[in-house]
């Protein structure tokens, strides 16, 4: 039997359902049931306050409804403009806060049901769109970020074709929220088809990435699909692309049928008209094969481990109609951002801020929203966001350096920056509560707390210069890639967390569980006892993720 998520697309006319009859309903914040599927292909999602869920049910009001909206924004690449218009209508619509995904893109919380349409609608006239950034489709289609500018160029024109090719094709984000002419009219339907989606969309959602060595900043084995890419003409020229199908991180708790997979290398492919046929062909087949009766088990991992990885690369190749050549080697050597400034070979400058959970706001300390406001007025560079939620200022000329230069120094950017930890600039949380529907425990609110205390371990075994991954999420899904780093903490219940182990630097092992419903007394407790025998015990230049395999706390 179908899910009803799947019966619900289906009878969608769409994508349309009935949202243009619930945003008329004043009485009530949310949205029809259904229609809350159905504006996750729109790019938003119905949220509550749930902090006070109880208060407001004791005085038998209804929850406290609010939406997140969030860009599609390929490659997390926008101008000086297009920030200034996120910063003014994140001040106007929503609670003022930021939010940097680990997609490169953004997303503002606490918008009003009656500021969805003019929020999308200022969003239409700056040239930014939420399509396809939540449902299932292809979601926001993320890249490398610490490139050559000649690479980092051509690796975002990849990401937007793609992006673009993935699109739906239906017109209903369009006439709902920008005033189109309708196509579905009550008394009369023409045609609208979608060759690739057709009504019911993909079993789940898609993601897609694209990284070229040696930097592993998008986890590129995390994804769905993801295509490395291959260089020669000494780093000049992309020759072409290893595909790798069958990443994803999210699991459930309890259901051993659940599990993180990293992807698999198929094979490669140098012309870019077959590079983006085979990435056509492979939502396909996820479409017609994936698993629409269980959506814990409808990812395209499971859709290949179910048929085999052969089968998957025997239909692909029957459905682009050529073989997949050998793949090429390549090597991965870092997975993180490079803060600070940086000179490109085209002599511009860029800088990267780190931002604690990709949360832009001003403290009494810290002005970094008001900060980045006025880079923008000032058209002194453009704005790149990476997957680990921080912030590339980039195409900076020498005389523009010496402004925000400025800029930074006058709004504490510097001295936060030279007083930020290393566990810290590599560490990412989710939204998790209060806002998210499936989380089970604390994430963006809590992480910075914890962190503090685990720096004081740190230091104690004089180890505060480790460049540790820590990642942490509020439930099993793993929006933050925990099970990608040297520690994860994944939510069980709330205030406890399962304790991972074991990832390596270049994100191409995955971490294992090492102990089970632990309180924060339990973490830092195991947290000393690790690093003081990781202090004894490590080799030379030896990290923490590969001591934690080598000495066995977790077996892979």
């Not at 490398?144 to 239906?170: C, D, F, G, H, V």
């Not at 020759?239 to 991180?249: A, R």
């Not at 980045?372 to 921080?390: D, R």
């Not at 005389?399 to 925000?404: D, L, S």
């Amino acid at each position: 039997m179908l899910t009803r998520e799947e019966k619900i697309k289906e009878k969608s006319k769409g994508l349309r359902g009935t949202i243009t009859e619930s945003l008329k309903n004043k009485l009530y914040g949310k949205l029809h049931d259904e229609d809350q599927i159905i504006i996750k292909f729109h790019g938003l999602y119905q949220q509550d306050d749930r902090d006070i869920r109880e208060i407001r049910s004791m005085k038998k009001l209804d929850r406290l409804y609010s939406f997140m909206i969030r860009l599609r924004i390929p490659g997390g690449l926008i101008n000086n403009k297009q920030w200034e218009s996120i910063h003014n209508i994140a001040e106007k619509n929503s609670t003022g806060v930021i939010k940097i995904t680990t997609r490169q893109t953004v997303q503002l919380h606490g918008i009003m049901k009656s500021n969805i349409k003019p929020t999308i609608k200022f969003f239409n006239l700056n040239k930014l769109d939420s399509i396809a950034t939540c449902g299932d489709v292809n979601r926001n289609v993320i890249c490398s970020t610490y490139l050559e500018k000649n690479l980092r160029e051509k690796i975002l024109k990849y990401a937007t074709k793609i992006s673009n090719m993935l699109l739906p094709k239906t017109r209903s984000y369009y006439e709902i929220w920008l005033d189109e002419n309708k196509i579905f009219e009550k008394k009369e339907k023409k045609e609208e088809t979608d060759p690739l989606y057709k009504d019911n969309y993909l079993p789940r959602k898609f993601k897609i990435a694209l990284s070229i060595p040696p930097n592993n900043d998008v986890d590129v084995f995390a994804n769905d699909l993801g295509l490395v890419g291959i260089l020669e003409d000494n780093r000049k020229k992309i020759s072409g692309f290893n595909i790798i199908v069958g990443g994803g991180l999210s699991k459930t708790h309890g259901n051993a049928k659940t599990y993180s997979r990293l992807g698999t290398v198929i094979g490669y492919s140098s012309s870019e008209r077959r590079i983006l046929k085979i990435i056509y062909e492979v939502l396909t087949i996820q479409r017609d094969y994936g698993n629409r009766k269980n959506r814990k088990l409808s990812r395209l991992k499971y859709t290949i481990d179910n048929y085999g990885i052969s089968w998957f690369k025997k239909k692909l190749e029957d459905r682009i109609g050529f073989p997949l050549e050998k793949e090429k080697p390549f090597l991965f050597t870092e997975r993180g951002d490079n803060f600070g400034w940086k000179k490109d070979n085209d002599n511009s400058w860029s800088y990267t801020i780190f931002i604690e959970n990709g949360l832009i706001f001003d403290t009494e300390k810290i002005k970094l929203k008001s900060a980045l406001l006025e880079i923008a007025k000032n058209s002194v560079c453009n704005f790149l966001f990476t997957c680990n939620q921080n912030l590339i200022l980039i195409d900076i000329s020498d005389q523009n350096k010496e402004i925000i230069e400025s800029i930074l120094s006058n709004y504490g950017i510097y001295d936060y920056m030279n007083n930020v930890s290393s566990i810290r600039k590599n560490s990412m949380a989710c939204v998790a509560l209060n806002t998210c529907p499936l989380a089970l425990a604390e994430g963006q609110r809590y992480l910075p707390k914890l962190i503090d205390k685990i720096e004081i371990i740190l230091n104690k075994y004089q180890l505060e210069k480790e460049d540790i991954i820590i990642r942490m999420t509020g439930c099993h899904n793993g929006c933050s890639r925990p099970y990608l780093s040297e520690i994860g903490l994944v939510g069980l219940s709330y205030g406890r967390y399962n304790l991972y182990l074991g990832s390596n630097k270049e994100g191409t092992r995955l971490n294992q569980l090492y102990k089970e419903n632990m309180d924060e007394a339990s973490i830092l407790n195991e947290l000393n006892n690790l690093f003081n025998f990781f202090k004894k015990e490590r080799l030379p230049k030896e990290r923490f993720g590969d001591f934690s395999l080598r000495k066995k706390f977790i077996n892979v």
